[in-house]
């Protein structure tokens, strides 16, 4: 700390600030990169957009079949209704 600002009052003492003198200086370099929301924990941060994915791609699946069931049941029905002798609502349907 008390080599860096005389470093800095020597750079100032001039013809005015050196911009270099103003910059942090580099002290190493990136070795690695880890992804994920907590790197140092676990690989699992990494895997959690994963499962989120997958979880919603399941329940819009689940909700499309659903809604495929419901219809194909819907149009049984109205079939027996038809089927039915005697049922006088089957011709308007």
Do not use: C, W
């Not at 013809?15 to 910059?23: F, H, K, Y």
């Not at 919603?56 to 909700?63: C, P, T, W």
């Amino acid at each position: 700390m008390k080599r860096t600002l005389q470093r800095l009052r020597q750079d100032l003492g001039g013809d005015g600030p050196n911009p270099a003198a103003l910059r942090p200086r580099v002290r190493g370099r990136v070795l690695r990169v880890k992804h994920g929301y907590n790197p140092n924990s676990s690989s699992v941060g990494s895997a959690i957009p994963a499962f989120l994915v997958a979880g919603l791609s399941v329940g819009a699946a689940a909700v499309l079949i659903a809604h495929l069931l419901s219809e194909i049941a819907d149009r049984l029905r109205i079939r027996r209704r038809a089927d039915r002798p005697g049922d006088e609502d089957a011709d308007s349907s």
